[in-house]
């Protein structure tokens, strides 16, 4: 490694957190070489790092200050700032009851959710349920549809994807045709997030089964006018790399975000899904500013960034995830291995990864996330525009059972 490789890594992790400061969304797919050319010059210009710190100030966003703080003497190796007072360049604090490990990171004190039948999910308003998101960010609920459903619903995901990759084979990726069919995703190769629509009976069938069980639950936290936000299947080929660690929602400041969940999703498993196939993998109770703060160090690059070349990373896959696993020891994780119908709710601040997958069989997640009416026009979920701000949670039945829609994509 070069000597300079040290301060490039910092300034693609800075880039990573002050993404909701500057507006510059990192492109994780694109090649790392190009990605260092980029900002080897950024690095270079310490006028641009200092501005993105009094940017934080002046927004209060302490957390955020403190990062850029240490990564700006990291890269640069100048002397502390003045600007800033000693307890925003702390560390921040540890959460109530998490020992804090050695790495500056924090570990809960047990390993993965809590798990909620589907018959006790709706119970007293879901507040079995809502207190668990509240306290983990996460919860599991078994059973939430059935095996039939599921199955019915996994051959529908499958023909959707065959027909999208078809639809779409001589368009390019992000163009407008490619984003009537797909999502965004991390790590894109074998990987897809195709959009669904709710013409099909599969699609409703699932759905009403699933709000059945959390509709209570997500009302309680999101209220009643929370609209629907994705609809979409999330398909992992064998093959499929793991993907960085991340949230969906960056928590900032002033935004909402920081306060309390703003969007909640369900990743439903449409068969069983185990260790090989690339479960998603969560780490709970990282749903908060703290934790986010605790996790975007650059001792954690390796988790949240996969800085190799795309020529590189067939040589260097296996020494980078070595690394991360190491990484990840110091966090209490927990793997989704899912039985067909098990459904992972989780609030979309907290840091997951897609796991790689190494097995021969395909991995499918049905989901679908609900946001917050007051934030609904700011965001852009991954769901068909035909759908986009029509449907609220309290009217799901209504919308569920109606006649169906003309039919459109999958």
Known sequence: MSPAAPC??????????VDKLSGYHLPCASSGRRLRQRLVCASEDE??????????????DYATAARIKGLIDTVTASAPLEMLPPPLVADPPALPGSPRATSGSFKQLRNGPTVISSASAAANGGAAVSAALEADGLVR??????PRVASELLRYDDNALEEALRETSEHEQFDDEWQ????NVLSRACRHDVKLGLQSPPVRAALASLLTTLQPAICRCLGENAELYELAALISLPGAARQ???????????????VGATILTAFCALQDIDETMGPTLFLPATHTAEAHASFFTYENFDLAFHSTDDDEEE???????????????SWDTWRATLSTGDVSLFDSRCLHSGGANTSPTPRALFYCSFIKADYSSACDGTLLESLRGKYTLKDWREWVTAPMPPKGPA
């Open 244 to 258: 960085p660690v991340h949230p969906d929602t960056p928590i900032t400041a002033g935004k909402g975000t920081d």
């Open 315 to 329: 040589e260097e896959g296996g020494k980078h995830e070595w690394k991360t696993a190491a990484l990840l020891e």
């Open 47 to 60: 006028g641009w790092l200092q501005a993105k710190l009094k940017i934080a100030v002046a927004q209060e």
């Open 141 to 146: 609920v078994d059973a939430a549809i059935t």
């Open 180 to 183: 009537n069919r797909f999502g």
């Open 8 to 17: 490039i890594r910092a300034v693609l992790l800075l880039l990573l957190c």
